[in-house]
């Protein structure tokens, strides 16, 4: 079983996202450490891009916070070889395929599969175009994770026959960040998944509060959160994995 699939073993999977270098990588680490240790099925983690069109404003000012802090991709992979001593959860990559296009992505999933990184997301990815990355993901083992929008209607059960690691489903149109209501059907799109694979599906885009996390792992098999947590992070910056394990045993609680 992939270490993707265990992270969804013990009841309804919690899974934060962090941006690598904000405001540094020592805090990073801490904050990994504090989600790992509260509760923690599975960690995206951020590596900064100039351009990340997916996010909203927070996840974005992470980024800027981080690439004008000077981090980069090699510094990320050897911190993630140093967490790796003692962090043993499941994680993934979220980055843009420009990101790992320069770097080469043979490179790049090579090193990903070094550092037992289980898988990678790539938001600006288009289904039809996977290929350009898949078979080398195939070659070192690391799942190529797929997202389903609310937008993706005919296309779900194509993508979700096809998902590796789990499906992330995005829940509402536009950009990432904090949202008071949920309003897709996201009950329709999941029945659609669940007729076509028996990967594990998480909600993402919006998610802040114990309620609303319970509400999609209501109806999926977990939830994602990001913005919420970068935000703990621009408040209280190196002092933020406290309030970070604090937030992520809350939602892990509500999740079951």
Request: hydrophobic share 45%; proline share 5%; glycine share 8%.
């Amino acid at each position: 079983m992939s270490r993707i699939r265990e992270a969804f073993q013990n009841g309804k999977a919690f899974i934060p996202f962090i941006t690598c270098g904000d405001p540094d990588l020592e805090t990073t680490g801490k904050v990994v450490r504090a989600a790992a240790a509260n509760g923690a099925d599975l960690i995206e983690l951020g590596i900064p891009f100039s351009d990340p069109t997916a996010e909203g404003p927070v996840i974005q000012g992470a980024n800027i916070r981080a690439l004008r802090g000077g981090v980069t991709t090699d510094q990320i992979f050897d911190f993630v070889r140093n967490l790796r001593r003692d962090v043993k959860v499941p994680m993934v990559f979220m980055t843009y395929a420009n990101v790992v296009f320069s770097y080469g992505a043979d490179r790049f999933i090579g090193a990903c599969k070094d550092l037992q990184i289980d898988g990678l997301i790539l938001p600006d990815l288009p289904y039809e175009e996977k290929e350009e990355f898949l078979p080398v993901c195939r070659k070192y083992g690391v799942d190529l994770i797929s997202l389903i929008a609310p937008t993706s209607e005919n296309r779900i059960a194509m993508i979700a026959k096809e998902a590796e690691g789990f499906l992330y489903i995005v829940s509402s149109l536009g950009v990432t960040g904090i949202r008071s209501e949920i309003r897709t059907d996201l009950a329709s799109i999941v029945e659609v998944v669940r007729q076509n694979t028996e990967i594990p599906c998480a909600i993402g885009f919006g998610i802040s509060t114990p309620e609303q996390a319970r509400k999609m792992a209501e109806i999926s098999d977990g939830a994602i959160v990001g913005s919420a947590v970068v935000r703990l992070i621009e408040k209280y910056g190196r002092d933020a994995a406290d309030y970070v394990g604090d937030y992520v045993r809350e939602m892990k609680a509500a999740l079951e």
